[in-house]
């Protein structure tokens, strides 16, 4: 059976961990040439010297997604590498624990979070649009929020910043289709990687409104490969919950 990414190339910021990291395995395993690219890229060279050794291709990247000069250099080195990018997944980003209601939150945390989770996945859309132009298409996958999709408290800058996301995804869905370029926005719930595992407890009302359970990082992973593959070629601007139920609960 043919992989899932045969021929294709994905960049993944924040691939050293989290989705990112679960993404970049399974893309690997479906046949993707893969650029894993991080602000913690020693966490990258990790996860591209495991897909090395499972035989796939990788490539691994230090980037700081809030910062142009940092991007274009990435894209550069990816091209360079590999000559194309047919998909870019925006993982890079998460929320921190001095986030907080609008009254309370530490104010340069709301900027910390706009630059990185918004701003990045801005300059990333930015860059990587005109290439897939060029080359005739390509799949945008960025990572919004339940938060984005319901009303939740506690967090209201990264909310802010993940209904961002979501609206910028919609728009470039709409400009970008004409030319075979597809965006589309994952709004997971909670998901267990490391960095949430130590922020959120089992008391949270996100944690505990997930019907099925709270999601692994793979889950996300398996969605992020649906989208990046020609299964997906009628899919843009689509708004794909991953919450265990819990935006109907
Ligand atoms: N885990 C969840 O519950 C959850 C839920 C909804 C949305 N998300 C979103 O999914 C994405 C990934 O989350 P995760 O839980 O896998 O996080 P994670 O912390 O496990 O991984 C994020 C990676 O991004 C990297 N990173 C951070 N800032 C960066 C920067 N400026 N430039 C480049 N890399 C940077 C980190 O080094 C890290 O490796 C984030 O956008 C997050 O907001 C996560």
Known sequence: MLARLNGKTCLITGGGNGIGRASAHLFAIEGAEIIAADYNVEAAEQVVAAIKQAGGTALAAKVDVGDEASVDA????????????????????????RDGP??????????RTIRVDLFGTLLCCRKLIPEMVRQGGGSIINISSLRAVIGTHGADAYTASKGGVLAMTRAIAMQWAKHNVRANVMAPGVVLTERVAAMIKEDNPLYQKSLLGPSQPEDVAALALYLASDESRKVTGAVLRLDSGASIY
């Open 74 to 97: 990435m894209v550069a080195a990816g091209i360079d590498a590999f000559g194309k990018i047919d998909v870019l997944l925006n993982s890079a980003g998460g929320g921190s624990t």
């Open 102 to 111: 609008v009254t309370e939150l530490a104010l340069d945390e709301f900027w």
